[in-house]
C-alpha cells in the first residue's frame, strides 16, 4: 500500500471510532494530571500507524486496546492516582458493547457534518476550504479567486483543517445515542 | 507559518496546530528540502507528533470522500464553467438541512449514494421505501411529486417499496425501467446484462433496452435478465432467491448466541472457516456486528473477547484459548 492507500485505510477504518475512544477516555483519563484526551489518541494513531497494519483486523478494537495500554503506562508512572481510576481501568479488560459495536454514518450523514461543521469556519478559511474541495481549484486559482496570496491561501486551509478536525472529535448530534439506533437499524431487516 | 512549525513536543493541542499545518502543505505541493527536515526533525522529536500529523493528513484526504457524496455532480455531469462557485454549495446545503430536519430530502443532482466493496448499507427513503445497496454499487435517487425515481448506475440495489399508486417506483438501470407499486425487488448490473429478481409482488419491466413495445411483468420468485444477446425469465425457488438476497442485510448480528451458533452463521458466508475445538469456548456468549463474509474480523474480536487467539491452519481460522488463561 503506498502512503495514500495506508491514509484512506486509516481515514475508513480507525477515524470513525475516534469519537468513541474519546468519550471512552474522557471518563478514564480523569485524576492523571500526565496525560490528556488529545495525547492519547496521538499517541495511539502513532502507534497503530507504526505497527503492522495487516495484523489488524478489527481496527477498533485495536484503537481500544491501544489506548487503555497508553493509558496504563501514565498511570503506572503517575504517583497519586484516584481511586475510582484504577477500577475504572479494571473493568476494561473485556471488551463490551461499547467496543464492537459501532454504527457507520451513512454519506448524507456525513455530508450533512460536513456542511455543519463548515457553518462555524470563519469566513475567508470556508471560502477557501470550499474551493479547494468542492470546486477542486488550485492553491494557486483560490488565490487568484480571493485576490489574496497563496501562503495565505495555505494558512487558510490550514486554519480550516485544524477546525473541522476538532469538530470531527466528537460524534455528530444525530450519532450521539449510537447504539439504540444501531438496534433499531438492523431491526428492519 | 514557519515559525508556527518548531521543534518541542508542545501540549496535544499546540500539537495539533502543527500537525494540520504540515498536512495541508504536504498534500497541496511537494515540500522543498529544507521544508522536508523540518517536518522530518519534528515528527522525530515525538511519536504523538506522528500520530497527530497522520490523523491531520486523513482527515483532510477524507473530507474528498465526502464532498465528492455531494450530488456526485463532479463524477456524472462536468460543471459547466459558468457555474458560480457557490451553486453546488447552496444545493447540497439544503440536502444537510433537510437531513437535519430528520428526513433526508433528494433533488435533481443529489441523492447519490455510493458503497465501496464489501460494504453494504441499507437507507430509508423519505416515502417509506427501503433502498439496500450492495457492495460497490452506485444510485442516484430522484424523487418528483408524480414519480419516485432510482438510477442504478452500478452494481445492484434491492428496493422494498412503500405502495403508493399515485406516484410509481421506477428503477432504470442501462435503458431498462422497472416499474414496482408495492413490492420487493433487486436490479443489479452485472456482466451479462441488467438483471431483475422479484422477491414479493410485480414488476413491470418496460424502456428502450426491455425488447418488447409492452411492458413485460416479471412475478414473485421470477427473475429477468436483459443481456446482450437477449431477454431471459426464469423462474426460481424460494431458496434461490433468498439466496440472491442474502447479502441485502450485509451484516451478521450477535447477541448473546454462543460463539459455536456465531460462528457457523459466519462460515456460512466465507471462504475461510473458523473453527471453535474448545468446548468452553463453543458455549461462550458472544456479541457483535460483523459484515458478511468477514470471518477474520468475527475471529479476531471473539479471541480478543475470550482471551484466545486466533491460528490459521489451511482455509481455517482455529479459535483456541491460551494455555494460561483463567477460565471466562
Known amino acids: 500500500m503506498d502512503r495514500q492507500a495506508q491514509l484512506r485505510w486509516f481515514a475508513r477504518e480507525v477515524l470513525p471510532h475516534e469519537p468513541d475512544l474519546r468519550k471512552w477516555l474522557s471518563g478514564r483519563v480523569r485524576g492523571l494530571d500526565s496525560c490528556d484526551v488529545d495525547e492519547v489518541v496521538q499517541e495511539a494513531y502513532a502507534r497503530l500507524w507504526t505497527g503492522d497494519r495487516d495484523a489488524i483486523r478489527n481496527a477498533r478494537a485495536y484503537l481500544f486496546v491501544t489506548a487503555r495500554h497508553i493509558v496504563g503506562e501514565h498511570l503506572r508512572r503517575s504517583r497519586i492516582v484516584a481511586i475510582d481510576f484504577v477500577a475504572d481501568l479494571d473493568s476494561l479488560n473485556i471488551i463490551d458493547e461499547e467496543m464492537s459495536v459501532h454504527r457507520r454514518l451513512s454519506g448524507q450523514e456525513e455530508l450533512a457534518r460536513l456542511y455543519e461543521i463548515l457553518q462555524t469556519l470563519p469566513p475567508k478559511c470556508r471560502q477557501a476550504f470550499e474551493l479547494k474541495k468542492f470546486q477542486d481549484f488550485s492553491q494557486r486559482k483560490i488565490a487568484e479567486h480571493m485576490g489574496i496570496a497563496e501562503s495565505t491561501v495555505e494558512k487558510h486551509l490550514a486554519k480550516a483543517l485544524r477546525l473541522v478536525s476538532d469538530a470531527m472529535k466528537e460524534a455528530p448530534a444525530g450519532a450521539q445515542d449510537g447504539r439504540q439506533r444501531e438496534r433499531r437499524f438492523w431491526k428492519w431487516g | ?328
Open chain 2, 1 to 328: 507559518m514557519e515559525d508556527s512549525v518548531s521543534a518541542g513536543s508542545g501540549n496535544g493541542a499546540d500539537i495539533e496546530s502543527e500537525a494540520t499545518a504540515w498536512a495541508i502543505r504536504s498534500a497541496e505541493r511537494p515540500l522543498d528540502r529544507a521544508e522536508q527536515l523540518l517536518l522530518d526533525e519534528w515528527l522525530e522529536t515525538d511519536s504523538r507528533h506522528l500520530g497527530a500529523f497522520v490523523r491531520a493528513q486523513a482527515i483532510w484526504l477524507d473530507i474528498d470522500r465526502v464532498a465528492a457524496l455531494d450530488g456526485g455532480t463532479q463524477r456524472d455531469v462536468p460543471v459547466p464553467a459558468h457555474n458560480p462557485p457557490w451553486g453546488r454549495y447552496a444545493m447540497a446545503a439544503s440536502i444537510a438541512l433537510a437531513a437535519f430536519g430528520g428526513t433526508v430530502a433528494y433533488d435533481h443532482l443529489a441523492g447519490r449514494i455510493s458503497t465501496e466493496r464489501g460494504e453494504v448499507r441499507r437507507i430509508a427513503l423519505d416515502d417509506g421505501s427501503i433502498l439496500t445497496l450492495n457492495g460497490n454499487s452506485a444510485v442516484q435517487v430522484r424523487y418528483e411529486d408524480d414519480v419516485r425515481r432510482v438510477i442504478l448506475r452500478r452494481g445492484e440495489a434491492s428496493f422494498e417499496v412503500a405502495h403508493n399508486r399515485q406516484r410509481p417506483f421506477i428503477v432504470s438501470a442501462n435503458d431498462l425501467d422497472v416499474r414496482a407499486v408495492g413490492t420487493e425487488f433487486v436490479v443489479g448490473i452485472e456482466e451479462e446484462g441488467v438483471e431483475v429478481t422479484v422477491e414479493d409482488g410485480v414488476v413491470a419491466v418496460d424502456g428502450k433496452a426491455a425488447g418488447s413495445a409492452r411492458p413485460r411483468y416479471i412475478r414473485r420468485n421470477e427473475q429477468f435478465v436483459m443481456a446482450a444477446t437477449g431477454a431471459r425469465k426464469a423462474v426460481l425457488d424460494t431458496a434461490d432467491v433468498e439466496r440472491r438476497i442474502a447479502w441485502r442485510k450485509g451484516v451478521l448480528v450477535f447477541n448473546g448466541q454462543q460463539l459455536s451458533a456465531a460462528a457457523a452463521e459466519v462460515n456460512r458466508y466465507s471462504n475461510l472457516r473458523v473453527v471453535i475445538e474448545d468446548p468452553t469456548l463453543a458455549r461462550a456468549e458472544f456479541m457483535g456486528v460483523f459484515k458478511l463474509g468477514d470471518a477474520e474480523t468475527f475471529a479476531g474480536a471473539a479471541a480478543q473477547a475470550f482471551n484466545g487467539e486466533v491460528v490459521r491452519r489451511g482455509d481455517e481460522l482455529v479459535l483456541t484459548r491460551q494455555q494460561n488463561s483463567p477460565s471466562h
